[in-house]
């Protein structure tokens, strides 16, 4: 039950989270002069655009299953864009690819306020105690998973967010040899994560002392409601 429980808290601010992100590299996109996402319908909130067979559902599976629940990877159809559009060439490929992290951010700061505005509302409607709980615990999760999906789609491995910056920080050699990983970077993460969790951990540190720091900050707004759901 409290899987269970937890699945059902989590899952659609996961959703959300992710979604939020895709939408926000094809708007950021858009924005830059591709209208490749706009055209093929990615910039929709419906769930079912953003899903990929395997991406989203075979390989998160296959990897539980393999490891006992212990490592899932997954994630959403990426967002199509077509750099050659962009006005400036290396400027809206860094702005594109840094635009899901800062929507994941202002998300994370989002559930942080509302967090604290939700537990003033049950401070002066005592009635609305329970409701307020459960929104604040999917708020509490909120924080923390968007805090993870920033830290994570950082780090420089293609094709990850963080590789579009990385190489423009190499010199030219180097970048192209760099941005060939990409046909290898799925491999990469799931051996990151099966055998490089303390490298792993060292990475997402930042994130989790973040997370740490803006619960604290409204730790006094949550609802004591809100405990039974955390524990």
Not at 33 to 45: F, P, V
Not at 118 to 124: M, V
Request: net charge positive.
């Amino acid at each position: 039950m409290d899987t269970f429980q937890t699945i059902l808290f989590v899952a659609p601010v996961l959703l959300f989270s992710v979604i939020a992100h895709e939408i926000a590299h094809g708007y950021a996109a858009l924005k830059q002069g591709d209208q490749t996402a706009l055209l093929l319908g990615r910039l929709s909130w419906n769930p079912i655009r953003h899903i990929d067979p395997f991406l989203t559902i075979l390989m998160p599976l296959i990897m539980g299953f393999a490891t006992g629940w212990r490592i899932m990877l997954g994630g959403a159809k990426p967002v199509p864009v077509n750099p050659s559009n962009y006005r400036n060439l290396k400027r809206g490929d860094i702005i594109v690819s840094l635009a899901g992290v800062f929507v994941n951010l202002l998300i994370a700061i989002a559930c942080t306020l509302g967090i604290a505005l939700f537990g003033g509302l049950a401070a002066i409607a005592p009635v609305t105690g329970k409701t307020v709980g459960v929104i604040q615990v999917m708020m509490i999760y909120g924080v923390g998973i968007n805090l993870m999906l920033i830290a994570f789609n950082l780090i420089p491995i293609p094709p990850l967010d963080g590789s579009h910056v990385m190489k423009y920080l190499l010199p030219p050699a180097w970048s192209l040899r760099y941005q060939a990983m990409t046909r290898y970077g799925l491999v990469i993460l799931v051996l990151l994560l099966s055998f490089g969790s303390g490298l792993l951990e060292m990475w997402m540190r930042p994130a989790m002392w973040a997370r740490m720091a803006m619960l604290t900050s409204v730790s006094r707004f949550i609802d004591p409601s809100a405990e039974q759901w955390l524990r």
